[in-house]
């Protein structure tokens, strides 16, 4: 078996901050596909073991299974010695933009994709799809705003908090609609950067389950 098993699914963006994490420290890792739009979630035998009843969920070595994907990568970033701050400040950095992205960014574009591409049709409104665009695209505007004159979000280098925010932006532009006017320049470029970092592969390609329907 795997030293960490992280619980996931490949349409999931906040498994992807693990998934990412663990494939850019070449831990040794192996996922284990959560039947989500099947309501496994929402199983007693999930919430056994997340009682929030969300992926991602990881079973580590040393440090049990832990749950909520910004304690995965602190997590992560502490036992490898890899994309974890060097100073207090720098912590306090890398908290503040994985808290904002937990809340902001990948709660509302998580939200947003998920009501365009793979809820029921008769849970789907037009009103709140608007409110759901209106709420990422203000994300995205801060984030680009922030890109602007800097290579990385919270140190110069590469940190969790880029690991954080990357959880939903490599998901296909069609998955959200985007057009071409929709495109935040400094997001894109620093995808570029991100996508360079050795280990680095597509949340379809590291996850199980696309094509829906799958499990592998
Ligand atoms: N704050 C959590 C968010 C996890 C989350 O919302 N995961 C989604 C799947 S991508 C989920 O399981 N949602 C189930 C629900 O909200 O009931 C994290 O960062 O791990």
């Given at each position: 078996m795997a030293d960490y098993r992280l619980h996931c699914f490949a349409q999931s963006g906040h498994s992807y901050k693990a998934a990412l994490m663990l494939a850019l420290t070449g831990a040794d890792w192996e996922p284990v596909f959560v039947d989500f739009f099947g309501g496994a979630a929402r199983s007693p035998e999930f919430r056994s073991v997340n009682p929030m009843g969300e992926?991602?969920?990881?079973?580590?070595?040393?440090?049990?299974?832990?749950?909520q994907s910004g304690v995965m990568l602190d997590h992560l970033a502490r036992r490898t010695g890899k994309f974890g701050p060097d100073t207090e400040a720098e912590f306090r950095?890398?908290?503040r933009w994985t808290l904002?992205?937990?809340?902001?960014?990948?709660?509302?574009q998580g939200i947003y994709r998920f009501m365009l591409n793979f809820a029921p049709e008769k849970a789907r409104s037009a009103d709140v799809e608007r409110f759901l665009k209106g709420r990422t695209t203000a994300a995205l505007d801060v984030l680009d705003a922030h890109l602007a004159d800097r290579e990385w979000i919270a140190a110069d280098?590469?940190?969790?908090?880029?690991i954080a925010c990357s959880g939903y932006v490599f998901f296909p532009r069609e998955e959200y609609g985007w057009t071409d006017a929709e495109r935040w320049s400094n997001v894109e470029a620093w995808k570029?950067?991100?996508?360079?970092?050795?280990?680095w592969a597509h949340p379809y390609d590291l996850m199980p389950g696309h094509p829906m329907g799958t499990s592998t």
């Amino acid at each position: 078996m795997a030293d960490y098993r992280l619980h996931c699914f490949a349409q999931s963006g906040h498994s992807y901050k693990a998934a990412l994490m663990l494939a850019l420290t070449g831990a040794d890792w192996e996922p284990v596909f959560v039947d989500f739009f099947g309501g496994a979630a929402r199983s007693p035998e999930f919430r056994s073991v997340n009682p929030m009843g969300e992926c991602p969920v990881l079973e580590t070595p040393d440090a049990g299974t832990l749950t909520q994907s910004g304690v995965m990568l602190d997590h992560l970033a502490r036992r490898t010695g890899k994309f974890g701050p060097d100073t207090e400040a720098e912590f306090r950095e890398i908290l503040r933009w994985t808290l904002w992205e937990n809340h902001k960014l990948n709660s509302f574009q998580g939200i947003y994709r998920f009501m365009l591409n793979f809820a029921p049709e008769k849970a789907r409104s037009a009103d709140v799809e608007r409110f759901l665009k209106g709420r990422t695209t203000a994300a995205l505007d801060v984030l680009d705003a922030h890109l602007a004159d800097r290579e990385w979000i919270a140190a110069d280098r590469p940190t969790t908090a880029d690991i954080a925010c990357s959880g939903y932006v490599f998901f296909p532009r069609e998955e959200y609609g985007w057009t071409d006017a929709e495109r935040w320049s400094n997001v894109e470029a620093w995808k570029e950067r991100v996508q360079a970092l050795p280990g680095w592969a597509h949340p379809y390609d590291l996850m199980p389950g696309h094509p829906m329907g799958t499990s592998t």
